[in-house]
C-alpha cells in the first residue's frame, strides 16, 4: 500500500535509535516514525521506499519520533538530500513498506545487558520484514516460550530462559520463520547465526562485537501499526536449523 504524507530530517549522530541497534546503518539511510506508526517497535527492522521531488530512497526504520503525526517521516539527512534539496526543509512525499527485502546476511541475535537465567532479552537483527513473534526455548528439547517485545525492541522472558545455550524462533508478518540454536548467554554481544530469514542459509561471519547504543529519543505510548508487517501470513515455512559459531560475532541492524 501507498501512504502519502510529508518527510522531515534530523541527524541520530550514529546511535541506532529507539530500535536499540548498535549504530545506525552503514549508509546513512534511516528513518524515525511517529508514535502510531512505529507501534511500540513493531515497525522497527523493516524498509520504507520513500518518493520525493526527487526520486526514491530506500530508508531502514530504526527510531520514533515522538511529535509526527502519521505520515509524517523523519528520514536521515542523507536519505533526504537523495529525494529533496534539504534547504526545502519540509517536502511532500509517498512510501510503502518493502516485502521481502534482500537481506544483509543471517540472523543475528544480541543478548542484552543484566540477563541472568531469571530474566531474558534479546534484540534479532538483519531479518528484513517486521517481526511478529520471538520465541525460546533452552537447548534443544523443551516447550516454546514467547517472548514480549517492548518498545525499545528488545524481546523479553520476565522469568528467564535458563542458562542457555538457547534455541530461538522467529517469525516475522508475512509468514517467514527461522530457528537459530546454541545462541549462547553472553550479553552485550552480537551473535551471527548462519540462518537467514528467508532465501535459505549462509555461512557464518565474523567481527568485533559493538557496544549497545541506548534510545537516542524518547518512547510514547502508540496507537495500532500501520506499516508493521501484514497479519495474513501464508503458510509458515521454517529455514534450515543451523548452530551459531560460539565465536564470533558480528553487527546487526543495517
Known amino acids: 500500500m501507498v501512504h502519502k504524507g510529508k518527510a522531515t530530517f534530523y541527524d541520530s549522530k550514529g546511535a541506532g535509535g529507539n530500535c536499540s541497534y548498535p549504530s545506525a ?18 515497525a522497527c527492522g523493516g524498509l520504507l521506499d520513500v518518493t520525493g521531488p526527487r526520486g526514491t530512497v530506500r530508508v531502514l526504520v530504526m527510531d520514533q519520533c515522538p511529535e509526527c503525526e502519521p505520515g509524517h517521516l523523519d528520514l ?63 537447548g534443544s528439547s523443551g516447550a516454546w516460550r514467547g517472548a ?58 565474523g567481527t568485533t562485537p559493538k557496544p549497545s547504543a541506548r534510545p537516542s529519543r524518547s518512547v510514547s505510548p502508540s496507537a495500532s501499526p500501520s506499516l508493521a508487517a501484514a497479519a495474513f501470513p501464508p503458510a509458515v515455512l521454517d529455514a534450515a536449523v543451523a548452530p551459531v559459531d560460539p565465536t564470533r560475532a558480528a553487527g546487526c541492524g543495517g
Open 148 to 205: 514480549a517485545r517492548h518498545d525499545y525492541n528488545y524481546w523479553l522472558i520476565e522469568s528467564g530462559a535458563g542458562p542457555g545455550p538457547y534455541a530461538i524462533r522467529v517469525t516475522d508478518g508475512y509468514g517467514h520463520r527461522a530457528t537459530a540454536t546454541g545462541i549462547r548467554m553472553a550479553p552485550g554481544q552480537v551473535q551471527r547465526s548462519t540462518v537467514r530469514m528467508y532465501g535459505g542459509a549462509a555461512p557464518a561471519r
Open 25 to 42: 546503518p552503514a549508509n546513512r539511510r534511516y528513518v524515525a516514525l511517529g508514535p502510531s506508526e512505529y507501534a511500540a517497535g513493531a
Open 76 to 138: 536521515s539527512r542523507e536519505a533526504f538530500a537523495e529525494i529533496a534539496d534539504p534547504v526545502q526543509g519540509v517536502v511532500g512525499i509517498s512510501y510503502r513498506a518493502v516485502v521481502d527485502p534482500p537481506l544483509p546476511g543471517p540472523l543475528t541475535f544480541r543478548i542484552k545487558e543484566g540477563v541472568s537465567q531469571w530474566w531474558f532479552a534479546v534484540l534479532v537483527g538483519q531479518h528484513g520484514n517486521p517481526l511478529r513473534s520471538v520465541e525460546v526455548r533452552q
